[in-house]
C-alpha cells in the first residue's frame, strides 16, 4: 500500500515539474524577464505560484536561524525570484558555493 501512494507522489512531482503553472510561469519569466508578478496576473488570470512563495518563506526560516550557507538551492531560487539575480547565474551559484568546492576537493 505505501509503495501506491509513493507512487501518486512521484506522478504528482512528475506532472508538476512538466506541465504545472510554476514551471509554465519561470519558463516565461526566463524567456521574457517579465517579473513573476506580471506574468501570474497576465498568464495565471492574478492567481499566484507557490513556487516563489515558498522560496521567500524557507528564506526567511533560513536566515532567521542563520543557515542560509547550507541550503543554497533554496538561497538561488530566492535570490531569482527576488533579488534580481539572473537566471543564467544559478549553476554558478551553486558550484561556487563552500559545500561543493568541499566535495570536489576544490576548498
Known sequence: R??????CGVADLITTCYGGRNRKVAEAFVKT??????LEKVMLNGQKLQGPQASQ???KILKQKN???KFPLFIAVYNICYEGTPVKEFITCL????????QIGRA
Open 2 to 7: 505505501s509503495s501506491d501512494l509513493e507512487s
Open 33 to 38: 524577464g517579465k517579473s513573476i508578478e506580471e
Open 57 to 59: 518563506e524557507v528564506y
Open 67 to 69: 543557515l542560509t550557507e
Open 95 to 102: 558550484q561556487n558555493h563552500p559545500e561543493y568546492l568541499y
